[in-house]
């Protein structure tokens, strides 16, 4: 639950740029003094400045957190659901790729196969797929949000209209049982719905542990999603009323199937 609170926090911080110790006990149910801890381990570790009440953004956070901590979280996890979403994608077809960490890992699932055309806002899927002479490599181009991977606005959007694809791969931020699948950026999220039209089926792929999670934006509804790939326990209630929306695959990480 520690780690879940400070990667929301940092979350929080890319978004706004500042958080309150007030606020955060109140989101999450905890005492002040949890989040001042908390507020504290990622100062120490530059995600964070320090102020009188809360915290405010460092330089470092959107680049550190937002790529290189993400992509090593739950990784044995993500690679069995970049892997299990990568088997659906069937020659010939065209892909869209948004920007989360797991599916940069789908892109390099996909990095050796021929006979694709990917399509992506994410500067880091365009360079993990940037030696795949078998694929059609399209970046969409935009505005680069600062410290980001990702390219959104209205350039990458008027582009998005104009194409048709088979499958989008997407990433959440979290996600509600009841309600649907969140992003942490207003522009970010705009991209998500844009992509989810441009498809003839959507697919979210996202671990479990983003039921517990809080974000800004809802990109979809359940039902405006084909199928969800993820890994780890959701609670019986909760899937139950998930599978009356949608298919949700289930799959066990790396970790857990090597055992």
Partial sequence: MRRQRQDAICAELERTGRVTV?????????QPITIRRDLDDLAERGLLIRVRGGGVRSTRVSLEFSYSDRLQQQLPAKRAIARAAAAQVE??????????????????????????????????????????????????????RPGGIELVGPFTERQLAEI????????????DAAAGFYAASPEVARIETL???A??????????DKLQRRSFVRYARLSEVDAWVTSGEIEPAAERRLRRQLQVLQVPSLEDAQR
């Fill in 164 to 175: 048709r694809a088979d499958l989008a791969f997407l990433g959440a931020d979290a996600v």
């Fill in 22 to 30: 007030e606020a955060l006990a109140a989101s999450w149910g905890v």
């Fill in 199 to 208: 498809a003839a089926r959507a697919v979210v792929v996202a671990t479990a």
């Fill in 91 to 144: 020659s010939g077809q065209t892909v869209l790729l948004d920007t989360g960490s797991t599916t940069q890992l789908i892109a390099r699932e996909l990095s050796g196969r021929t006979g694709l055309t990917i399509v992506t806002n994410s500067l880091a899927v365009g360079y993990e797929l940037r030696g795949s002479a078998g694929l059609q490599v399209v970046v969409l181009g935009g505005l680069a």
């Fill in 195 to 197: 992509m989810i039209r």
